[in-house]
């Protein structure tokens, strides 16, 4: 359904996968990468998001490096090595080339998954005059240098966070203190734990994880959300 395309990252070229609805335009969503890299799973989710009529890109963080879901070793590997700057850069190219093409209609959303959730609300605070509304799934941020400055939110984007109920990485505790600060900051947001569902319960090629009534729920939830705030 999409295409992979290149675009401006301050002075060099950033790359992802677009995916244009059927329609010809719509708001734009930046969608975010696990830490498996721009794997098929992420590029058809980009495609979902293009069949509810949004023009999505999934820019390539890895540029050209993935591993597959069953290799945890590995991605933890790229993603501790990932030059965080460069990231930025590329998710700001991203970002801009949303807004400069034109079948981009409406506002601009991310949404991200695991390493891509915690980029997202990084994102976010990096462009807030841009980006409306930000919706992190099970998102983690272990780089000192991609610390978020939540007070740019304010006023400014909504957030709408989905996590699990049991999930090492991401905990209701450290969901309700990402909650309380943001609170504490005047941000618009709500949060989602689901109940019997764990780390990645989004991402139906890996059974272990995918939980499909969970994930039904979230994308709904994250789909109005989008078309209420873009």
């Known amino acids: 359904m999409g295409e992979l395309v290149t675009f401006p990252s301050n002075g060099s070229d950033g790359q992802g996968y677009l995916a244009v609805p059927a329609a010809g335009s719509g708001p734009g969503v930046v969608v975010l990468q696990e830490w498996w890299g721009l794997v098929p799973h992420?590029?058809?989710?980009?495609?979902?998001?293009?069949?509810?009529?949004?023009?999505?890109?999934?820019?390539?963080?890895?540029?050209?490096?993935?591993?597959?879901?069953?290799?945890?070793?590995?991605?933890?590997?790229?993603?501790?090595?990932?030059?965080?700057?460069?990231?930025?850069?590329?998710?700001?190219?991203?970002?801009?080339?949303?807004?400069?093409?034109?079948?981009?209609?409406?506002?601009?959303?991310?949404?991200?998954?695991?390493?891509?959730?915690?980029?997202?609300?990084?994102?976010?605070?990096?462009?807030?005059?841009?980006?409306?509304?930000?919706?992190?799934?099970?998102?983690?941020?272990?780089?000192?240098?991609?610390?978020?400055?939540?007070?740019?939110?304010?006023?400014?984007?909504?957030?709408?966070?989905?996590?699990?109920?049991?999930?090492?990485?991401?905990?209701?505790?450290?969901?309700?203190?990402?909650e309380a600060e943001l609170n504490g900051h005047g941000v618009d947001n709500e949060f989602f734990i689901y109940d019997d569902a764990g780390h990645a319960f989004f991402n139906d090629t890996r059974p272990e994880a995918f939980h499909a009534g969970h994930a039904a729920t979230a994308w709904r939830r994250t789909v109005d959300f989008f078309k209420q705030h873009l």
């Open 42 to 178: 992420i590029k058809e989710v980009a495609d979902r998001f293009a069949t509810e009529g949004f023009v999505a890109l999934a820019p390539d963080i890895y540029r050209g490096d993935s591993v597959a879901n069953t290799e945890p070793d590995e991605a933890g590997k790229l993603m501790m090595s990932l030059n965080i700057e460069r990231a930025a850069k590329d998710m700001v190219g991203a970002v801009d080339y949303l807004k400069s093409r034109p079948e981009v209609t409406g506002g601009i959303g991310v949404v991200g998954f695991c390493m891509g959730g915690g980029l997202t609300l990084w994102l976010a605070t990096l462009r807030p005059d841009d980006i409306k509304a930000a919706a992190p799934f099970y998102g983690v941020l272990p780089w000192p240098a991609a610390q978020p400055d939540f007070s740019r939110l304010a006023g400014k984007v909504s957030v709408q966070g989905h996590y699990a109920a049991d999930d090492d990485f991401a905990n209701p505790e450290a969901v309700r203190a990402l």
